[in-house]
């Protein structure tokens, strides 16, 4: 599954996560995830994060908390994903497409100057 990884840094890179998911999702972002929808992200993207990043004093993402827009600060590293649905037809995330992915971390620059792209690493 295709995503973007925000780093603590300010680092942004398209990353492959490998099966199963829910795994790889939560050693992206250290622990048990939480799927929000940010003001800064249009419908189909979703943010996950670590659901317990604030009680771990997780360092803050500034750039989550530029798309994220409100009172709760988001910390730790996150991820940007697509909101779709499964086989089965029930609410699930979905791959992007490649051109998507890039064009996505192209507009997350430009609305977001302190990030830096970064070529990520396999099995992120």
């Known amino acids: 599954m295709t995503g973007i990884r925000i780093t603590t ?3 942004a890179s398209i ?3 490998t099966e199963p998911t829910l795994d790889a999702m939560q050693k992206a972002v250290g ?3 939480e799927r929000i929808h940010p003001r800064g992200l249009k419908p189909p993207y979703c943010m ?3 659901e317990d990043g604030i009680i ?3 360092p803050i993402n500034f750039a989550g908390c530029m798309l994220y827009q409100a009172p709760s600060p988001i910390v730790g590293d996150l991820l940007i994903l697509k909101d779709g649905f499964n086989a089965d037809g029930e609410p ?3 791959s992007m497409e490649a ?3 890039l064009e996505l971390l192209a507009e997350l620059m430009y609305k977001i100057p302190l990030l830096q792209a970064e070529e990520a690493e396999p099995d992120a």
Do not use: C, K, R
Request: charge should be negative; avoid cysteine; proline fraction near 0%.
């Open 31 to 33: 622990g048990y995830i």
């Open 99 to 101: 051109d998507e992915a």
């Open 48 to 50: 996950v994060v670590n």
């Open 9 to 11: 840094q300010n680092v």
């Open 92 to 94: 699930d995330f979905v």
């Open 15 to 17: 990353i492959e996560l």
């Open 56 to 58: 771990l004093e997780l």
